[in-house]
DNA sequence: GTATATAAACTAGCATTGCTAGATTTTCAA
DNA sequence: TTGAAAATCTAGCAATGCTAGTTTATATAC
């Protein structure tokens, strides 16, 4: 009997509904617009249905969080591709993570900044933020001895980058020649 | 007669008890324990007493912050002091600052996580922002024709990197290892 | 085909929040 | 002493996340 299959299946499709909902408000009218009642008024359900797919809110949030690390993920791979030299390659992707984070404020905001439980370098690490961070090793340089040191630095960079540039705290003109004084540390002596 | 300063006198004191006691607050149990009903318990007033004080809960959270920025430029001057040379200023400052952050998280939180109006490099920025600035340049090497861009770099990764040993997205052991990597694109060739 | 147990969804409401209008008290000068 | 102005309080609104308890739909057994 497939009505199982289709009952999950229509699960699934409602669930998506809901966390594409979610993101189209965040990202148009910020994430304090995305409450409870307007998701389940946006899917056409009562509020308890929204309940039966997440524990809470900030689940909803993480959903949205894991979703934006694999096109993170995505974009850096897609960023090292045309690159001839390691420079290139580190400054391709570097200004690829700035772009990221400058045209998806709402969702970096989910990855980064709002609770969601998300948990790193562990047993039930989510293989989307993995991804992204595996995507960032890339483009450092796998062969080195301090992989995981510099790639952990150069994200570390990034996200300090994309947050202090998002509230204004740093010119907006200087992005460049910041992410060159950034590179210039990495590229092996 | 000096009612007029004896009452702004009493004010200023009962505005520096609001913010004792949310800092208080906040440190302990966490922002989120912060309610204007709890801290108008605390200093034993009404709610509407606090928006005398303050336009919003916001700025309340801002006015803290703008303490903490007072704080972390104290902080980061006194760790220039007794450096002998430009590397171990740099290396002393930067485990000051992520020191800072660790031991203050919910001051830390306050100045750049949680939504403050702060304006940067704007006429009506507090002195307290720029000094904390140029406590870090001052480590940078005020002489350098890029301070501006290497100081914004140096402290877009400290930040980067607070933020992300806060969330437990890099590990905790290797802090050092990526610190000398940050310091050694700062040292002038 | 009909009854019934189970699954699914809804209604209604609780407790908490930031914030404020309007009443009330306190303060100070005439 | 009085009256205006300043300071403070009471009470409540609207919105939020979340849930207990009820109703409705659905699939299975007869």
New binding site residues.
């Given amino acids: ?1 497939g ?2 299959e ?2 999950g299946r ?2 699934a499709e ?1 669930e998506q509904r809901i966390t594409a909902a979610a993101r189209l408000i965040a990202e148009s009218e910020g994430w ?7 998701l ?1 008024e946006e899917i ?9 797919h ?5 689940a909803i949030v993480a959903a949205i969080a894991v979703q934006g690390f694999g096109e993170l993920a995505a974009a850096l791979r897609e960023a090292v591709l045309g690159s001839t030299n390691h420079w290139k390659a580190l400054e391709s992707v570097a200004m690829a993570y700035l772009a990221f984070a400058r045209e998806h404020p709402a969702l970096y905001e989910a990855m980064f900044t709002l609770p969601t439980g998300l948990r790193f370098a562990e047993a039930d690490t989510k293989p989307e933020l993995k991804d992204a961070f595996m995507a960032l090793a890339a483009a450092v340089g796998p062969a080195r001895a301090d992989v995981e040191v510099a790639t952990e630095t150069f994200w570390a960079a990034l996200h300090g980058l994309a947050d202090l540039e998002r509230s204004g705290r740093i010119r907006q003109g200087a992005r460049e020649a910041r992410v060159r004084l950034v590179i210039s540390c990495l590229i092996e002596p």
């Fill in positions: 009997m009505i199982a289709r009952k229509e699960r409602r304090s617009a995305v409450t409870i009642r307007r389940a056409e359900y009562s509020q308890p249905v929204l309940y039966s997440f524990e809470n809110r900030d």
